[in-house]
């Protein structure tokens, strides 16, 4: 399944800061200490400089992954006008078939984070959410099954 390359301004900021702060703080601490320890002789039993080589494999992995995302993602910096249908952004609040009440939050897919109840728009919740308005009933495919939800209530705070 193909990304989504939506995000809000705060998600593009800290993948931004994250890229800066690697290529200008970590990597070069790392290749220091690399250098440090590949001085220190045999390296085939240096396990410092073992370490070191492989920090800077995940460094670097990290650093590629950054520099492609920022070049394609989309920052979605505006609400949309017809704010009483789910789309990007969005803060939506779901009740179940017992009354239970849930809110999730459509944000990209780097952003995704379930302390703060923030959902990737590529998930099956997003999508089946996506388009819809309030009191719709939703049928979200779970890998236990299917569960159905309403829409109680849609928001868009600020994309920041």
């Not at 250098?35 to 410092?48: F, H, I, L, M, Y």
Request: charged share 35%; aromatic share 8%.
């Amino acid at each position: 399944m193909k990304r989504t390359n939506l995000i809000t301004l705060a998600g593009a900021t800290s993948l931004r800061n994250e890229l800066s702060h690697i290529v200008r703080v970590l990597r070069p601490e790392v290749t220091k200490a690399l250098g440090v320890a590949a001085a220190e002789g045999d390296r085939s039993e240096n396990a410092e400089y073992i370490y070191r080589k492989k920090q800077l494999r995940e460094i670097d992995r990290r650093l590629r992954y950054l520099q492609k995302r920022c070049e394609e993602f989309q920052v979605v910096e505006h609400k949309p006008k017809d704010q009483d249908t789910v789309f990007f952004g969005a803060e939506v609040t779901l009740e179940d078939d017992s009354g239970k009440e849930v809110m999730y939050r459509i944000v990209g897919s780097d952003e995704f984070d379930m302390e703060q109840h923030y959902i990737s728009i590529d998930s099956p919740m997003a999508r089946a959410l996506l388009k819809k308005q309030l009191d719709d009933e939703v049928r979200v495919k779970l890998p236990e099954g299917h569960k159905d939800y309403w829409i109680t209530a849609i928001y868009y705070p600020d994309l920041d």
